[in-house]
C-alpha cells in the first residue's frame, strides 16, 4: 500500500485546522436563518420542473371492449381487474367512462406523463402545413389517398386481432370443453342395470 503523501518531511499541514470557530459559527448561523426564511416560500412550490408541453394521444381509447360482458368482481382482486376504467399509468380505477377520459385529460394524468398543461406554440411553418393539409382533403372530398390507406390498414389490423382474440377464447372453451369429458365413464352394463343405458342398450 502507498503511504500518505502528507506523512513524510517537516511540512506543515495543520493549517487547515486553524480556522476561527467562532466567525465560522456566526457565518452558519446567518446561513441557516436565510435558509429557514427562504424555505417558507420555496418549500410550498417546490422545485421547478421542466415538463413537456401536450401532446396528441397516438392511440385509440378503449371504452367498449368490456361491454356487455359478464365479470365476477371481488375486493381483493387486483385493480386492473376491479369494476370500471383501470388507468395503468396512475394505477387508479375510474368508475365509467366520461369520468375516464376526464382522468385521462386531467391534470394528474398528464403530469404523470411527464406533460404540462400548456401546449406548445405552433411556427408559421407548421400552420401553413396544417392548411396544406387540410386544402387538400376538401379537394378529394374529406380525406386523402393517403388518410384512404391508412384506414383500410387500420381496419385490417384491427380485424386480425379480433380474429386471433375469437381464436383464443375458442381454443380455452376446448380446453375446458376436454377437461369436463376426461370425467371417469360409466360403465355400459351398470348403466344398462340401472335403466339410464341410452337408446342403444335398450334392445339387449
Ligand atoms: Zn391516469
Redesign the pocket.
Same mark, same amino acid.
Request: proline letters at 0%.
Given at each position: 500500500m502507498a503511504q500518505p503523501s502528507n506523512s513524510g518531511g517537516g511540512v506543515d499541514n495543520t493549517f487547515r485546522k486553524k480556522f476561527d470557530r467562532e466567525e465560522y459559527l456566526q457565518r452558519a448561523r446567518a446561513r441557516e436563518e436565510k435558509e429557514a426564511e427562504a424555505g417558507k416560500r420555496t418549500k410550498s412550490s417546490g422545485p421547478p420542473v421542466q415538463r413537456k408541453p401536450l401532446k396528441h394521444r397516438d392511440y385509440e381509447v378503449d371504452l367498449e371492449s368490456r361491454l356487455g360482458k359478464t365479470q365476477v368482481v371481488t375486493p381483493i382482486a387486483p385493480l386492473s381487474q376491479q369494476a370500471g376504467y383501470y @388507468?395503468s399509468? @396512475?394505477e @387508479?380505477v375510474v368508475k365509467d367512462s366520461a369520468n375516464y377520459l376526464d =382522468?385521462?385529460n386531467g391534470k394528474k =394524468?398528464q403530469r404523470?406523463l411527464g406533460m404540462s398543461m400548456r401546449s406548445e406554440r405552433a411556427t408559421l411553418e407548421q400552420v401553413k402545413d396544417r392548411f396544406e393539409v387540410l386544402k387538400k382533403r376538401k379537394d378529394t372530398g374529406g380525406f386523402t389517398e393517403q388518410d384512404f390507406d391508412e384506414r383500410i390498414l387500420k381496419q385490417q389490423q384491427e380485424e386480425e386481432e379480433r380474429k386471433r382474440q375469437r381464436r383464443e377464447k375458442k381454443k380455452e372453451k376446448k380446453k375446458e370443453k376436454t377437461v369436463v369429458e376426461e370425467e371417469p365413464e360409466i360403465d355400459p352394463d351398470v348403466a344398462a342395470l340401472m335403466g339410464f343405458g341410452g337408446f342403444g342398450s335398450s334392445k339387449k
Open positions: @388507468c399509468v @396512475c @387508479c =382522468h385521462i =394524468h404523470a
